[in-house]
């Protein structure tokens, strides 16, 4: 118990991250340690976290976990007494990893599959923001085929290709009310691709200590054809020309990772990381219909975001009751906002944000590992009048995700 | 076991987290230093909710007076009762609706016919020679807080017997039109029951039934008449210590009525089809001194304003002169007639006049310490800028613009909505409670078929 205080008091200095719509869920392990990694050599999943660490893997991976997240937050119009909430829905990000290299050799290959861009969010169609949006699903797939070699016993490094499939869903309410009333209604939907690549170095150089440097690009993802569906009243459809499609570009920024790892004993593993967000890419979300009409203007959306920093921390403790199947972790940390002051739209009610996880590891079988993970994210309240829309009131949001995965290694 | 109890503490844990959503306190609210247990609302057809050309349930439902009390009832506001049309007469007076646009993209209307709440038409005498035809509608009886009478004007709120001449005002009263039992003048109507709010908005009629008309058929009120008859009943709507809030009247270039035909449009329509014309012609007033009745044949400018209601398909039609048949507002010798536009000078006239019955109502309030809702400001600046609000982009225009309904003088829900929250913004301070505001995007605006 006191080891297990101890495990707690320390994981809470460091403070956590996940920013804007990034979407820090890409392994059991180390979403139960505070999100940590690029620091570690833990499993297949420093594909992900750290493409220089691969290589220093003592064995080959195949895993696959998933992470369903409920967002859920509330908005309060400023001057009014109303409160409106995001419906439960739950978004599944998930990650696969697979790791092969000969015992011997000094190179590993590796790919991943991971979603580390997303967000589901729906306000439904009666709520006071509604012509600004009504749902969001935003999803963004990596497959990153990696490669990595061990120069040294200490030094590794590692470099991968991204591709990146993105898919998008958005409504919004169109304010032209028709006979009975009702709203008119923008469906934009549809799906695209960009690239990237990722590198990292990993060094060891002391017995209880670990370093990694990981760097993951820009990915603009491009929608090129997507559907634009508008509802509306019959004697105004000559004004939204139907079929139609739009263009957009989405650019999904890229993060610059540092962590650490230290050892003090074979029971106890400690980690902390901090990463750098390049959100200031994201200007602004645009949507090029293919016909525009009098009515129906491409739309630009300013959202100017800002660079931002996650700080985080973790630790493993393996062996409770001596009973060395079974891993506890705990972390958390702190991660600063990337929509400025004025900019905040009720897709991602950004904000100042801590979070807090907890972890389980199994290992059901001497090449099988179990992990469990939960999260839970505390976005602070943020009171905001968009600029673009005036639309005014606080924001509040938690967010939940358990997880699951599991490893087979040998 | 002792897994066992990991496990299980580890879900319990999961579990409770997982349960709480995110609490947002909302300011806490509060009726400051006004009394709402009794709101009266005071005034004409935008206080009854009047819309679209009528008077009907929707719009009874969704007038200001009735969205300001719903959130009055947040911070101890007593019931509101509205004068409502039945479900079986929902139509009420019948109203305007959108039935398409033609091929150039104007708008096609069409009347209600059906539902509505009529009961006939009385011929009732003005004097021992005239008499004028007064619609009414069915009676209401029963609780009144809502007491807005289409149509009124400030002067006539102190009519004896304006029950006879209004079927608005008549389908509240006990007797039936003509009768002398109707002879209670308005403004002791509203005031007989006791209250401890008020919302005044009389005093738009004075200008705006002289200006819809083209400056035809109707007179602005006297200025002096104007002031003594504001003084009046203010005195009487505060005469037992209640509080209130009175606004503003809006400067009539500032609704679609007027801005929806232009004239630089309506010759672009005529030069279509006879490119050879240059200038349309109008019988127009020669001074913008109201005393003067003088008018004279001109070219039509920028400057005058065209009603709404104005028939385009007239313009060219043949009309028989001394000099032979001429197309009608092509020449000077066939004017658009005066009551078609609000000219130049009538303009101004009417402009001067609002002022000046702002300026009395501004003097007035503050004497007595209500608040003021400054409409006039306010629609003035939509006029020019717009407003966003919920992402919604909101203006003066006609059909489009998202505030007005298609009479181009009432609002749509969505704009009663807005004016409501303006009234509980000038309550709010002047009183220092916190009404809350109502959402904009909770209410609609023109519907389309």
Redesign the interface.
Known sequence: MRKLLLLLFMASPFMVSAQGFQVNLAGQKQIGMGHTGTGLVQDGAAVFFNPGAVAMLPQNYVQAGTSPLLFKSVFNGTGTTNEYRTANKIATPFEGYAVYGPKSAPWKVGLGVYTPFGGLTDWGSNWQGKYVLESLNLKSIYFQPTLSYKITNYLSIGAGFVYDRGIVDLKRAIPLADANGQDGQAKLSGSGHGYGWNAGIFLKPLEKLSIGVSYRSKVTTTISKGDAIFTIPSSLQAMFPQPNTFYASIPLPATTSVGLGYYPNKQWTIAADASFVNWSVYKSLDFDYANNTSVLADTHSPRDYKNAVSLRGGAEYKGINNLSKWAIRAGGGYTSAAAQAGYVTPEVPDAKRYYLTAGLGYKAASHLDIDFSFEYEHLFSRTQTNMESNLSGTFKSNVYIPGISLAYHW | M??LK??LI?TA??AG??A?????K??A?SRGSADFTRYIAVGNSLTSGYADGGLYLEGQLNSFPSIIAQQMQ?VGGGAFVQPLFTEGQSNGSGYLK?T??NSSGLPILDTVKDKLAIRGIVSVPTNATTAIKVTTYTKYTGDINNYGVPGIKLTTAFLAGYGNLNGYYERMLPGEAPSASNSTAYIDFVTAKPFTFFSNFLGNNDALSYATNGGVGDVLTDKNTFATLYNQAIAKLTATGAKGVVATIPDVTAIPYFNAVTPAALLAGVQKSAPTVTSLFVNAKSSADATSTTYAVRELTNSDYMVLTFPTAKLGTLVSTPYGNLPYGLTKYTPIDNQYVLDQNEVAMTQDYVNAYNTTIKTVAASKSLAVCDIYSFFNSIKKNGL?????FLNAGYITG?LFSLDGVHLTPRGYAVVANEFIKAINTQYGSTI????V??Y??????
């Open positions: 002792n897994k990991h496990i580890l844990g999961i987290l997982a709480c959503k995110p609490e947002i909302t300011p609210v947040q959108l398409g646009f966003t609000e919920d992402g919604i998202g809350p505001k109502v959402s995007s909770q609609r605006a023109v519907k389309f078929p």
